[in-house]
């Protein structure tokens, strides 16, 4: 089966700790992004990736790491820097481009203790 | 930012009724697509439409684009209780997709 996964399904995050959320894909895309949803909202770009060892930041990157070692996986580290990291985290990819269609995974959601 | 915006934010139908949703944007794009979510789930991608095209169907999915009043719209027809859903715009532009807040769209039995 072809596909992105995400890990876990929830997470518990504790006052000043990081905490990772996984995210791989075997469609063998180049790309690959994280995003952020609040309820009632939209998805904002936190990092995205377009080949391995490289990533740029999105539009709401602080407080947030990425890393890209392999094609087929792009880990997020929520760091304690990020005051208000409540939310549901999304992990995308695409072929190349990040205009192409892109592909998500179940998506994570954190919660603070 | 958020470049696209729907229209209305929510939307209840009887199911068999046609769905209509609109997206405005504000800058000049490459494509434009819509895209489906479940309460809880991930996104799954329904349409792209390119710039230089104005109309585009998928099944009971038709999408229209006007460049030059920067708008869209997602027609759904013939709708089902499982059409119930957020549906989102998302404009490609430069290296970024850009998704606006949703409609969500609920079809009742």
């Known amino acids: 089966d072809g596909g992105i996964t995400q890990s876990p399904k929830y997470l518990f995050r504790k006052e000043g700790q990081n905490v990772t959320l996984s995210c791989e894909q075997n469609?063998?895309?180049?790309?690959m992004y994280w995003y952020r949803q609040d309820p009632g909202q939209g998805l904002r770009l936190i990092y995205y990736?377009?080949?391995?060892?490289?990533?740029q930041k999105g539009d709401i990157a602080e407080g947030y790491s990425v890393s890209r070692e392999k094609k087929e996986s792009f880990p997020l580290t929520v760091t304690s820097a990020q005051k208000n990291p409540t939310a549901f985290y999304l992990c995308?990819?695409?072929?190349?481009?990040?205009?192409?269609?892109?592909?998500f995974g179940p998506g994570t959601r954190l919660l603070v203790l | 930012s958020q470049q696209g915006e729907e229209d209305p934010q929510a939307l209840s139908i009887q199911e068999g009724e046609n769905a209509t949703m609109n997206c405005s944007y504000k800058?000049?794009?490459?494509?434009l697509q819509w895209y489906r979510q479940n309460s809880g789930r991930g996104l799954v991608h329904l349409i792209l439409?390119?710039?230089?095209?104005r109309e585009k169907h998928s099944g009971r999915l038709r999408v229209t684009l006007d460049t030059s009043k920067k708008s869209s719209s997602l027609l759904i027809t013939a709708s089902r209780a499982a059409d119930t859903a957020s549906y989102f715009c998302?404009?490609?532009?430069?290296?970024?997709?850009?998704f606006g807040k949703g409609t969500k769209l609920t079809v009742n039995p």
């Open positions: 439409i390119r710039s230089n095209e």
């Open positions: 800058t000049s794009i490459n494509n």
């Open positions: 469609l063998n895309h180049d790309a």
């Open positions: 998302a404009t490609g532009r430069s290296e970024k997709l850009v």
């Open positions: 995308a990819s695409s072929p190349r481009q990040a205009i192409e269609t892109q592909y």
């Open positions: 990736s377009q080949i391995v060892n490289d990533f």
